[in-house]
């Protein structure tokens, strides 16, 4: 996908978010300060964001003041390379952390954050999360970017798709799953289009990626987990 923003439009500012309703709220940076789990304090300074499809939630470079915690939603990671070319990395979903590094160290993020469905977030609190509960996320973080970079080793694209495609499904919370188009998985995995489309519709002949509605498809994570160790052979 190319850093164009179909539909993009600027972040809306939304009301107090409702700590106490949210399905989120063990996730959430508010529920564990000082190393604790606890409920945020009833009017603290907590807003709701949402971003289109295709808009910025955090741009490589600035230094935002506050965190987002994700709520809903995917969004593409990008960094800029030595050549200038900013290239996509990864894909985070719900319960991610945006922008700690900037709000806590005073330095411009590193990385980029595109919204590729509507994301829902949370705006929090200066000084949330502290130091004690931020180790939680930065594990999160290095965790991902390393799973990312692993599966970029796999030599054979259908075993790399399958790998991608379950990394995909574990930030989701739910038996469908929302993909990205597969010019962005194409982008994720240094391929074109075209061979994501082979190797989709071999997955889709053998049932292991069901079309339900718009974004969204089930897939057998298990039948995926065997071709991206290569047990399951796919033309």
């Known amino acids: 996908m190319s850093s164009s923003t179909d539909g993009a439009g600027p972040p809306a500012d939304g009301r107090a978010a409702p700590c106490s309703q949210c399905w989120q709220a063990a996730q959430c940076p508010q529920s564990c300060q000082d190393g604790q789990p606890r409920l945020p304090p009833a009017g603290q300074d907590v807003r709701l964001r949402s971003f ?21 939603g995917l969004l593409l990671i990008r960094q800029t390379g030595l050549d200038g070319i900013a290239r996509a990395i990864a894909v985070i979903g719900p319960g991610y ?43 999160q973080s290095v965790s991902t970017l390393a799973s990312w970079s692993q599966l970029m080793r796999i030599p054979q694209l259908p075993a790399r798709l399958a790998a991608a495609l379950h990394l995909i499904a ?52 298990e039948a995926l987990l065997h071709i991206a160790r290569g047990d399951g052979a796919v033309s």
């Open 97 to 139: 952390l945006l922008g700690f590094t900037s709000a806590h160290m005073r330095q411009g993020s590193l990385l980029s954050a595109q919204a590729l469905t509507t994301v829902s977030a949370c705006e929090l609190p200066a000084g949330v999360p502290d130091r004690v509960c931020l180790a939680r996320y930065t594990r």
């Open 52 to 72: 289109r499809r295709g808009s910025l939630a955090l741009r490589e470079g600035e230094r935002p003041e506050r965190c987002m915690f994700v709520k809903s």
């Open 170 to 221: 574990s930030v989701q919370p739910s038996l469908s799953t929302l993909m990205p188009s597969q010019s962005v998985l194409a982008e994720l995995l240094c391929v074109t289009r075209e061979s994501v489309n082979r190797s989709w519709r071999e997955f889709e002949a053998r049932g292991i990626v069901r079309r339900r509605h718009g974004r969204t498809v089930g897939l057998d994570l």
